[in-house]
């Protein structure tokens, strides 16, 4: 069994918008908590959360990293994804498996539209919260404007419960307001030194600590009754009011500091043990419901000991030492290591290795783990992340969480034979880790398409192909899959005949093209009257007809949208056969399809863009200028969402366009919408690009 009561644990996710200092903050806390002994930093690569090698050339996290220290006999799980919205999917899993999330806001870099975005999912979730302002030894810094903003965009006033200190011009402390002390501390030694509020600044201090009481007070008629006849609240009934509004997320307490100084850090693992809720005071984790995977009928679990095992997947990883591990959030029940589990999300039973609590990429085996750990467990072959494991007898399976779609594509090629093995492997496991990445093999193309989230986020998928499974590729935009079809009807004779001594070969028919309404892709009758073609060669027509759709008349895409009817021909008795038929038909088809006024058609995608009010207009502005049709602009927050209906082939950098006309605060999400016809200016280029394309192929 775990040896942590449950009310001494505190499960907390990091988020901020990208660079802020989460894993400099978290660094901190390990280093000030005593959990390791350096204080480790981003620049010199040796932070115990960032250790992946794209995280260390990129400076920056790329992955969901696990920590765990302890503070006033309580045990915290730090959860520290990554901020960069290409990988937003690694920080709306981290929000499955925590209690409470510390916002991380720069001081000098304040509040911006992603955040605003992670913000309103915090609030669905009904996860408690506790705001960190970071960087205040900057110059430039500014706390008052955040508080200013913090207002505006986020629709609540945080309550400042620390505040910047320094005797000279650099910052050297916090003025801690609960305890009514100043903090300094030094980034050699992690114990920090408590002084006396000084004479010049326990005016503000004084009237900061009253905002505090008031709302401590405000949250309950008891301590607000208490709060009018006495003046003010005892520091036991200040920390529950205080709690109370934390808890249900109607105070939000400011912390100043620095995480690379290893300024500021005390206040806040004090409050995250007085004001963020354990495992099992957790409002919307107390009792959780999900559905029966065989009967459908709802099921619940409540975050205790006593109920059966439950618990979500949130990442998975394959360890260089301890191969696969799958970090899970134990929601109910006890886990054991070495034990059957039943995964419910794809209905199979797994046999779980060794449980580890996780520091980094360190790894200490536990035997068990209790509602509300994170653990991560070994060996489980066949569980991906976001899937429920449960008991086997007691069978429950949470809803999935919807991630983010991919937006961007390329086209990847093994450079030699000896890495196609290995590309398609490698994928596979990539995916198996991430599952906002996507790849396919194209059905028209026959390209291996590789998508994700964006620039980065490929990158970042090709460094590990190989790295980890040693697999090189080279990468293009994707073929755009262009389809042909037909203006009018035609028709044309198709007759294939060999008939010089032996056995000969004899198919004719006519056949007539019509065009179909788009979408409606292929359809086939037989026209024929009076046995002209006998019945069983019709199949071997329709055969003949369905081959030859393949490769239209234009540039070779496939035919669609186009009915086909074989409404005459002839045959012989002898020298007629299925194959005859097939080849006539073929040939009768692109005939006619030459004649029809052949068109090419573009793949159309809806386009939903969410972009900063002042960035709006250029954003419209390149949307038309790739061809797009804006159907509607809609006021969100602080920021405009787009519809618009844009070609596939305009939008191949869109990722990397959108990023630099907001400055990194736009979004986007698309999906195929429909064909259209590719307006004529471009279709001959496409044709040409094409045909190039096709000839360098052959040769
Ligand atoms: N001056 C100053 N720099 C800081 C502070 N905190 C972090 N930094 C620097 O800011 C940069 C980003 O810090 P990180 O801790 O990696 O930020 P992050 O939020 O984890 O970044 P992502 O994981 O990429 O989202 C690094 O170069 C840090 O050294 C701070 O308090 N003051
Ligand atoms: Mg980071």
């Given at each position: 069994?775990?040896?942590?009561?449950r009310?001494?644990?505190?499960?907390?996710?990091?988020?901020?918008?990208?660079?802020?200092?989460?894993?400099?903050?978290?660094?901190?806390?390990?280093?000030?908590?005593?959990?390791?002994?350096?204080?480790?930093?981003?620049?010199?690569?040796?932070?115990?959360?960032?250790?992946?090698?794209?995280?260390?050339?990129?400076?920056?996290?790329?992955?969901?990293?696990?920590?765990?220290?302890?503070?006033?006999?309580?045990?915290?799980?730090?959860?520290?994804?990554?901020?960069?919205?290409?990988l937003?999917?690694?920080?709306?899993?981290?929000?499955?498996?925590?209690?409470?999330?510390?916002?991380?806001?720069?001081?000098?870099?304040?509040?911006?539209?992603?955040?605003?975005?992670?913000?309103s999912?915090?609030?669905?979730?009904?996860?408690?919260?506790?705001?960190?302002?970071?960087?205040?030894?900057?110059?430039?810094?500014?706390?008052?404007?955040v508080?200013?903003?913090?207002?505006?965009?986020?629709?609540?006033?945080?309550?400042?419960?620390?505040?910047?200190?320094?005797?000279?011009?650099?910052?050297?402390?916090?003025l801690?307001?609960?305890?009514?002390s100043?903090?300094?501390?030094?980034?050699?030694?992690?114990?920090?030194?408590?002084?006396?509020?000084?004479?010049?600044?326990?005016?503000?201090?004084?009237?900061?600590?009253?905002?505090?009481?008031?709302?401590?007070?405000?949250r309950?008629?008891?301590?607000?009754?208490?709060?009018?006849?006495?003046?003010?609240?005892?520091?036991?009934?200040?920390?529950?009011?205080?709690?109370?509004?934390?808890?249900?997320?109607t105070?939000?307490?400011?912390?100043?500091?620095?995480?690379?100084?290893?300024?500021?850090?005390?206040?806040?693992?004090?409050?995250?043990?007085?004001?963020?809720?354990s495992?099992?005071?957790?409002?919307?984790?107390?009792?959780?419901?999900?559905?029966?995977p065989?009967?459908?009928?709802?099921?619940?679990?409540?975050?205790?000991?006593?109920?059966?095992?439950?618990?979500?997947?949130?990442?998975?990883?394959?360890?260089?030492?301890?191969g696969?591990?799958?970090?899970?959030?134990?929601?109910?029940?006890?886990?054991?290591?070495?034990?059957?589990?039943?995964?419910?999300?794809?209905?199979?039973?797994?046999?779980?290795?060794?449980?580890?609590?996780?520091?980094?990429?360190?790894?200490?085996?536990?035997?068990?783990?209790?509602?509300?750990?994170?653990?991560?467990?070994?060996?489980?072959?066949?569980?991906?992340?976001?899937?429920?494991?449960?008991?086997?007898?007691?069978?429950?399976?949470?809803?999935?969480?919807?991630?983010?779609?991919?937006?961007?594509?390329?086209?990847?090629?093994?450079?030699?034979?000896?890495?196609?093995?290995?590309?398609?492997?490698?994928?596979?496991?990539?995916?198996?880790?991430?599952?906002?990445?996507?790849?396919?093999?194209?059905?028209?193309?026959?390209?291996?398409?590789?998508?994700?989230?964006?620039?980065?986020?490929?990158?970042?998928?090709?460094?590990k192909?190989?790295?980890?499974?040693?697999?090189?590729?080279?990468?293009?935009?994707?073929?755009?899959?262009?389809?042909?079809?037909?203006?009018?009807t035609?028709?044309?004779?198709?007759?294939?005949?060999?008939?010089?001594?032996?056995?000969?070969q004899?198919?004719?028919?006519?056949?007539?093209?019509?065009?179909?309404p788009?979408?409606?892709?292929?359809?086939?009758?037989?026209?024929?009257?009076?046995?002209?073609?006998?019945r069983?060669?019709?199949?071997a027509?329709?055969?003949?007809?369905?081959?030859?759709?393949?490769?239209?008349?234009?540039?070779?895409?496939p035919?669609v949208?186009?009915?086909?009817?074989?409404?005459?021909?002839?045959?012989?008795?002898?020298?007629?056969?299925?194959?005859?038929?097939?080849?006539?038909a073929?040939?009768?088809?692109?005939?006619?399809?030459?004649?029809?006024?052949?068109?090419?058609?573009?793949?159309?995608?809806?386009?939903?863009?969410?972009?900063?009010?002042?960035?709006?207009?250029?954003?419209?502005?390149?949307?038309?200028?790739?061809?797009?049709?804006?159907?509607?602009?809609?006021?969100k927050?602080?920021?405009?969402?787009?519809?618009?209906?844009?070609?596939?082939?305009?939008?191949?950098?869109?990722?990397?366009?959108?990023?630099?006309?907001?400055?990194?605060?736009?979004?986007?999400?698309?999906?195929?919408?429909?064909?259209?016809?590719?307006?004529?200016?471009?279709?001959?280029?496409?044709?040409?690009?094409?045909?190039?394309?096709?000839?360098?192929?052959?040769?």
């Open positions: 069994m775990s040896e942590i009561p009310e001494s644990l505190r499960n907390v996710a990091m988020i901020s918008s990208a660079g802020v200092g989460k894993t400099s903050l978290a660094e901190a806390i390990l280093f000030a908590s005593g959990a390791v002994p350096r204080l480790g930093s981003i620049v010199q690569g040796t932070t115990v959360s960032d250790f992946e090698p794209e995280e260390l050339h990129r400076r920056s996290s790329v992955s969901t990293s696990l920590l765990r220290c302890s503070w006033n006999h309580t045990t915290i799980n730090l959860v520290d994804p990554p901020g960069a919205l290409n937003l999917g690694e920080t709306v899993m981290a929000l499955r498996a925590v209690d409470a999330v510390i916002l991380v806001v720069g001081a000098s870099s304040g509040i911006r539209s992603d955040l605003i975005r992670l913000w999912r915090v609030k669905t979730l009904g996860l408690p919260c506790l705001l960190f302002l970071n960087e205040l030894d900057k110059d430039g810094a500014s706390p008052d404007l508080v200013e903003t913090c207002q505006r965009d986020l629709g609540i006033m945080p309550v400042p419960m620390s505040l910047p200190w320094c005797s000279g011009v650099q910052l050297e402390g916090v801690d307001l609960l305890q009514q100043v903090i300094t501390s030094r980034t050699d030694i992690p114990t920090s030194q408590h002084l006396p509020i000084p004479e010049n600044a326990k005016m503000v201090v004084g009237d900061a600590r009253k905002r505090i009481q008031e709302a401590a007070a405000e309950d008629d008891r301590l607000l009754e208490q709060y009018l006849a006495a003046g003010e609240l005892t520091q036991e009934d200040l920390i529950n009011g205080l709690r109370l509004g934390v808890q249900a997320g105070l939000l307490p400011l912390y100043s500091g620095s995480a690379i100084k290893n300024i500021g850090i005390v206040p806040l693992l004090n409050a995250i043990v007085d004001f963020l809720p495992p099992m005071e957790q409002a919307s984790r107390a009792l959780l419901g999900g559905l029966h065989n009967t459908g009928e709802a099921v619940s679990r409540r975050a205790v000991q006593e109920d059966p095992f439950s618990g979500i997947v949130f990442k998975t990883l394959v360890d260089p030492f301890l696969r591990l799958s970090y899970v959030r134990v929601l109910s029940g006890v886990l054991h290591a070495d034990s059957m589990v039943f995964n419910s999300s794809r209905s199979s039973k797994e046999k779980s290795g060794h449980l580890y609590t996780v520091l980094g990429k360190k790894h200490m085996v536990v035997p068990s783990a209790g509602a509300g750990e994170i653990v991560a467990i070994g060996k489980l072959k066949d569980t991906q992340t976001g899937d429920t494991l449960c008991d086997e007898h007691a069978l429950i399976c949470y809803p999935r969480t919807v991630l983010p779609r991919p937006v961007l594509s390329f086209a990847i090629e093994p450079k030699s034979n000896a890495d196609i093995e290995k590309v398609s492997l490698g994928l596979h496991k990539l995916i198996e880790e991430d599952p906002t990445l996507e790849f396919s093999r194209h059905a028209d193309t026959k390209e291996m398409v590789l998508s994700g989230m964006g620039q980065l986020h490929i990158d970042l998928a090709l460094e192909l190989r790295r980890k499974y040693g697999a090189e590729v080279t990468v293009h935009m994707p073929k755009i899959p262009y389809r042909e079809t037909i203006r009018t035609a028709q044309a004779q198709g007759k294939y005949k060999k008939q010089t001594g032996g056995h000969g004899y198919g004719d028919c006519w056949l007539e093209l019509a065009p179909l788009r979408g409606e892709g292929f359809k086939f009758d037989n026209k024929v009257v009076g046995g002209v073609i006998p069983n060669f019709i199949p027509v329709e055969k003949g007809v369905v081959e030859a759709l393949q490769h239209g008349s234009l540039a070779g895409f035919v949208d186009c009915r086909v009817a074989v409404y005459d021909g002839s045959y012989h008795s002898v020298d007629s056969s299925e194959m005859a038929f097939k080849i006539a073929s040939m009768g088809f692109k005939k006619a399809l030459e004649v029809a006024h052949p068109v090419l058609l573009e793949p159309i995608m809806t386009v939903e863009v969410e972009a900063p009010a002042d960035h709006i207009g250029g954003v419209i502005g390149d949307l038309n200028g790739r061809r797009g049709r804006i159907l509607h602009v809609e006021a927050d602080q920021t405009e969402q787009i519809t618009a209906l844009v070609p596939m082939a305009e939008l191949l950098t869109y990722a990397t366009t959108l990023n630099s006309l907001t400055a990194g605060r736009g979004s986007y999400a698309m999906e195929f919408a429909r064909y259209d016809e590719v307006p004529r200016e471009l279709t001959g280029r496409i044709i040409e690009a094409h045909k190039v394309e096709s000839h360098a192929v052959a040769h």
